[in-house]
């Protein structure tokens, strides 16, 4: 039986989503982990890839039961036991067969959170990044990534895409109690796409990039800033799926 689980996890415990070389602790590693102990040798495919210290609430992946794992609920808790405090699967539900959770998937959502500096908290340095910033400039600027856009040069240097053309559907921001939430919603993201998205909009903020320069590397004319957003804001927090697989 195929399954699909919804994963919440702290990103600051992992070097990223996917596993990699060596002895590095990975989300996937982890989970691959947990489900050899309870007798599952199925491979974990996530939604896709999260990098080192960027947070999920509600990441997607897929992965095969043999017979005898039939009480979801129970495999579910047996999980969570083992994977307790850094990594909660927060659902396991039964799939079709053929169901990729990264192939089927629509639209992904992320959340970025930032605080000022001045409300700074050594119990949130690692889940909120802490910057000053414009918010109304960030409000007016931000709907500039809409649209069917080639982000060519807003992605981090080094990953190899087959494609660069995403289409954002939703690109706005609102308050939360103290913090200001960034909120992108797309057909897919480029690695380090939307951490370079952030930085663009704190650097207009802060007086230190145009509207134009934004403009003009969304442009594909050049290139007006290549830092990333600290990842520690960063959080998946929405996949989405068609018909044949109901939206999470």
């Not at 005898?68 to 969570?80: A, F, G, I, K, T």
């Not at 908290?121 to 709907?143: C, H, K, N, W």
């Not at 500039?144 to 982000?151: N, V």
Request: proline share 4%.
């Amino acid at each position: 039986m195929r399954v699909r689980g919804v994963i919440s996890y702290d990103g600051s415990q992992f070097f990223g989503f996917q596993s990699q070389r060596g002895e590095k602790r990975t989300v996937v590693g982890e989970l691959q982990r947990a489900l050899r102990a309870l007798g599952i040798e199925s491979q974990i495919v996530g939604s896709g890839r999260t990098d080192r210290g960027v947070h999920a609430s509600a990441q997607v992946v897929h992965f095969d039961l043999p017979p005898y794992w039939e009480d979801l609920q129970r495999l579910r808790h047996s999980l969570n036991h083992r994977l307790h405090p850094a990594i909660h699967f927060r659902r396991i539900d039964p799939v079709p067969e053929d169901f990729h959770a990264r192939y089927w998937a629509k639209r992904r959502a992320y959340r970025y959170i930032l605080a000022h500096p001045s409300l700074f908290s050594p119990f949130q340095g690692r889940y909120v990044t802490f910057a000053s910033y414009d918010l109304q400039a960030i409000a007016q600027a931000i709907p500039l990534f809409q649209g069917t856009h080639d982000f060519s040069l807003f992605h981090k240097r080094g990953s190899d895409p087959k494609g660069t053309i995403r289409t954002i559907y939703k690109a706005t921001t609102y308050r939360y109690r103290h913090y200001l939430v960034l909120y992108f919603e797309a057909n897919g993201f480029l690695r380090g796409q939307v951490r370079m998205m952030v930085a663009a909009l704190l650097a207009l903020s802060q007086g230190k990039l145009q509207r134009n320069q934004i403009e003009r590397q969304l442009a594909g004319v050049e290139r007006a800033i290549t830092t990333l957003a600290p990842p520690q804001g960063l959080y998946l927090c929405r996949v989405l799926y068609g018909t044949k697989a109901a939206l999470m």
